[in-house]
């Protein structure tokens, strides 16, 4: 599991964002709560093209109520594309969150593939 740099939430609580690649997802933590405690996640599955380039398709985010409110899936989408932009990633947005933060932050748009029908039939695949 990849740890990434601390942002402290809407609270001011510190947050930490890791990429859990057994599990195919980023989670986020906050401190102060149980150890290991995860308060939400971002679920994706990686597709590899024979040119080399892989796309990282993001299919479910989702944060626990108890953590509601506090910008925690923010703070977990924007560090989950900022880790896959930075590993030359190419990131599929096909859950909403992430789409919608995608069409909020055009800074993205480089590395960024529209959904497309294609996908949607390959992580139909993956996920059954």
């Not at 993001?58 to 923010?74: K, N, Q, S």
Request: proline letters at 3%; a negative charge.
């Amino acid at each position: 599991m990849t740890r990434y740099e601390q942002t402290a939430d809407k609270t001011g609580a510190q947050t930490t964002v890791r990429d859990n690649a057994f599990a195919g997802r980023y989670e986020i933590t906050v401190d102060g709560t149980a150890e290991g405690v995860v308060a939400g996640f971002a679920e994706y599955r990686d597709r590899a093209y024979p040119d080399t380039s892989t796309e990282r398709v993001f299919f479910h985010t989702e944060v626990a109520e108890d953590f509601g409110g506090r910008g925690l899936a923010t703070i977990l989408v924007r560090q989950a594309l900022d880790d896959a932009r930075s590993r030359g990633l190419i990131i599929v947005g096909v859950c909403p969150l992430v789409a919608a933060f995608l069409d909020k932050h055009p800074e993205y748009a480089e590395v960024t593939r529209a959904v497309t029908p294609d996908v949607l039939v390959w992580l139909r695949r993956r996920q059954s």
